[in-house]
């Protein structure tokens, strides 16, 4: 069935440096590829997205890839600040079902 | 104020019973959603809907049941036969081919 795995499952940065997560896919048929942050004990929310036509997509310091013949994709993250430090989340769209499946998160530390 | 609200934000339950927990959203979203997400875990699809009168089963449907008789409700039904319920349930909704938004999620322990 449908999976996304994701990677690493924590990651502790100095504040400043860059963070990247990666996640894989494994439907081919996936086209949209959302990023969610989640605070805690609150909701998720979107930070970025990715549609499958399109490889690379920045908004100032987040920035994401997408390599569809690996199925792949990853969450870059540039000049952390602590803010930053929450648990993150990929997802990838089945569009034909409307089915959205998430990986298992990475939580995200930023050392002062 | 548009949006997707969960209710209610605490929900405890007894070993053997049924509960409901409520999801409304007011955005127009043809799609909804149910996860569940345990402490340090990530988010496991129970069930989703398409479009009114029709829903799907997600990785960890038994023991959970919903329905979708209008297209703003997406209750899910919380059964005796779910034999380990206590856990964050985060509801959602998305338009076609869209991120999904989520609601406050429902917090459900058994006592």
């Known amino acids: 069935g449908e999976n996304v795995e994701q990677h690493p499952s924590t990651l502790s940065v100095q504040e400043g440096d860059s963070a990247v997560i990666k996640c894989t896919y494994s439907?081919?048929?996936?086209?949209?590829f959302p990023w969610y942050k989640q605070e805690l004990g609150k909701r998720p929310q979107l930070i970025i997205d990715?549609?499958?036509?399109?490889g690379e997509k920045k908004d100032q310091r987040i920035a994401v890839t997408l390599n569809k013949t690996a199925k792949h994709f990853s969450l870059h993250i540039t000049e952390t600040q602590p803010e930053d430090s929450a648990v993150y989340f990929c997802?990838?769209?089945?569009?034909?079902?409307?089915?959205?499946?998430f990986g298992s998160g990475t939580r995200l530390s930023i050392r002062p | 104020d548009g949006g997707i609200t969960q209710s209610p934000k605490y929900l405890f339950r007894k070993e053997g019973q049924n509960v409901t927990l409520s999801c409304e959203q007011n955005?127009?979203?043809?799609?909804m959603y149910w996860y569940r997400q345990d402490p340090g875990q990530g988010l496991r699809l129970i069930y989703y809907?398409?479009?009114?009168?029709?829903?799907q089963k997600g990785d960890i449907a038994e023991g959970y049941s919903v329905s979708r008789e209008k297209k703003e409700s997406f209750p899910l039904t919380v059964t005796s036969a779910q034999k380990n319920p206590t856990a964050f349930y985060l509801c959602?909704?998305?338009?076609?081919?869209?991120?999904?938004?989520f609601g406050q999620g429902t917090r459900l322990t058994v006592v």
């Open positions: 809907s398409q479009i009114v009168n029709d829903f």
């Open positions: 959602a909704s998305s338009p076609r081919d869209r991120e999904a938004f």
């Open positions: 990715i549609r499958s036509n399109v």
């Open positions: 439907d081919s048929a996936s086209n949209y």
């Open positions: 997802a990838a769209m089945y569009s034909s079902a409307s089915k959205i499946i």
């Open positions: 955005l127009n979203h043809d799609a």
